[in-house]
């Protein structure tokens, strides 16, 4: 089935420490983005690209880092986790353009202790 | 920050009625404008998009676009149980390369039978 796998699903993981959250989209689309999602906060994006090579940073950049160095692969890398950082993670995707809308994974819920 | 606002409800319809959802955005250039529902632990899903000042139905999904009153709301006909969610309005953003989606905090919506 077409769409945008996430992985891991869930994670806890101790503060200071590297995780990077993997997505991959096999519907050769050209953008790809990652929000966080927080109880009384709403969708905030992190970081998106628009065309593999290239990224961008969203409205809640800091501590995170992305890259693109192919069409259908967006990690998002967390390089020194803090509780701060505890949220749903979700990568989405779309075909690029302002008239075209974005596909969702399904979700990384990641707890840092 | 170009807000997009809602009203966090909850809003309660009993089954069989019209739940009408509403979102307001202040980027007045804005021209794409999205409903998704995201039903509680999963992934937003997209009900309808909508570029053009007026109505766009499918099935009991009517959303509404009024660009001068930078107004946009999202209808629901003969609510039913399975339509409890949380509703997501997005709205383009335009960035330094590219477009990305700027969501709502949502309205949960519970159907009552």
């Known amino acids: 089935i077409a769409g945008i796998t996430q992985a891991p699903t869930s994670q806890i993981l101790a503060a200071g420490r590297r995780m990077t959250l993997r997505c991959t989209q096999d519907?050769?689309?050209?953008?790809m983005y990652w929000y966080r999602q927080d109880l009384g906060l709403g969708l905030r994006l992190i970081h998106y690209?628009?065309?593999?090579?290239?990224?961008g940073k969203g409205e809640v950049p800091d501590g995170y880092s992305v890259s693109r160095a192919n069409t259908d692969d967006f990690p998002l890398t967390l390089a020194s986790a803090v509780p701060s950082q505890t949220s749903v993670y979700f990568c989405a995707s779309s075909p690029g353009g302002q008239s075209t809308e974005a596909f969702f994974g399904q979700g990384t819920r990641l707890t840092v202790v | 920050q170009k807000e997009v606002e809602q009203n966090s409800g909850p809003l309660s319809v009993p089954e069989g009625a019209i739940a009408s959802l509403n979102c307001t955005y202040s980027d007045r250039g804005s021209q794409s404008f999205f409903w998704y529902r995201q039903y509680s632990g999963k992934s937003p899903e997209l009900i309808m998009s909508?570029?053009?000042?007026g109505d766009k139905e499918d099935g009991r999904f009517t959303a509404q676009l009024n660009k001068a009153s930078q107004y946009v709301s999202l209808l629901i006909r003969d609510s039913q149980p399975s339509d409890s969610a949380t509703y997501l309005c997005a709205v383009i953003l335009a960035l330094n390369s590219g477009y990305a989606l700027n969501f709502g905090k949502g309205t949960s919506l519970l159907v009552t039978p």
């Open positions: 909508i570029y053009s000042n």
């Open positions: 690209s628009n065309t593999a090579g290239t990224t």
């Open positions: 519907m050769r689309h050209n953008a």
